[in-house]
């Protein structure tokens, strides 16, 4: 199989989900793939990394996703809604500091309306900020009236590519719903994020292959890729969590599959390992995430267990965040970060 990483560089249409799934489950070429995946990194994007403020704004959901911590059966936890203009009060905050990105994050929350959304996107449209919705399935009216308001980005994970895990993990979702919904983000003009957990109980190579081709296909425009990390009020509590190099190695070969897209080093890698983040920067990620969720609630945002900055000062993961950035060598970018035009030739020297 010597060859394989050199085939997803230069003829990445002709992979097959198999070889894919080998490259996973075996761990002989896991050196060589990180390495070819932080040059390809380079070469698209430079040595600048993107960073992205985060505001958990509600942990109200209606839905009961099997892993997650804010589950809508999970009565254990304390919910919270933040009002627009704690929101927009927050937003600005970012922008003073910098930052070119504001994520606007929940549950799927139906007590903020489309109208209630609307506000938040023109009021922080103002700070000369890009947006990114990430607040779960909407309609395609909803979507298709945001975006007019000219939110930039909108994330919503396909979670898994592995139909059958999906309906598992999703009593009253299809990974076939899902696509449909991240299809039309990317119809609607929207720089569309998708992307999976690593190590879910029942997934295999097969399954993380699958969601490394379905990114592709989907051609995202960001790709965000976490272990699994069980919570204690859920029924997936006693599962092991999602591997360290098995992330890794997800993020690199997505890095190859997409050369040009945003992928983020992400608060879960970070939470399983206190280099998680650093490592993933190294090899493919060239986003990441300070969160600026202002508390008491950011402690409430519990999707898992021991997230990583719920004791410090409210507004210092921003300094934080940059100074990971610079101590693996690569430079915090003062740009929106839009992902690039597509190079047409690429060949990495293999
Ligand atoms: N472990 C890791 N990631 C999780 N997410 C939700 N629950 C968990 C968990 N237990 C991820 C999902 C979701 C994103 C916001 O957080 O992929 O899309
Ligand atoms: Fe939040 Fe370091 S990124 S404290």
Redesign the pocket.
Known sequence: MYGVIEKIVNHRESVTVEELAWVIKNNELNERLFAVADEVRQKYLGREVYLRGIIEFSNYCKND?L???IRASNKKIKRYRMSVDEIVERAKLIAQMGIKTVVL?SGEDPYYTKEMISEMIQMIKRFKVAITL?VGERSFDEYKCWKELKADRYLM?H?TADEELYKRLHPNDSFENRKEHLFKLKELGYETGA???VGLPGQDELSLAKDILFVYQLDADMV?I??????QD?PLANCKAGDLTETLKVIALTRLFLPDANIPATT?LGTIDPFGRQLALKCGANVIMPNFTPSPYRAQYT??PNKICIFENDLACGECTKNLVRSVGYKVSNDFGYRRKRHEHFTCGL
């Open positions: 996703c892993y997650c911590g994050q990430s994970r979670e992307g999976s957990m965000g976490g272990p699994f990390i069980p919570h859920t879960a999707l898992y």
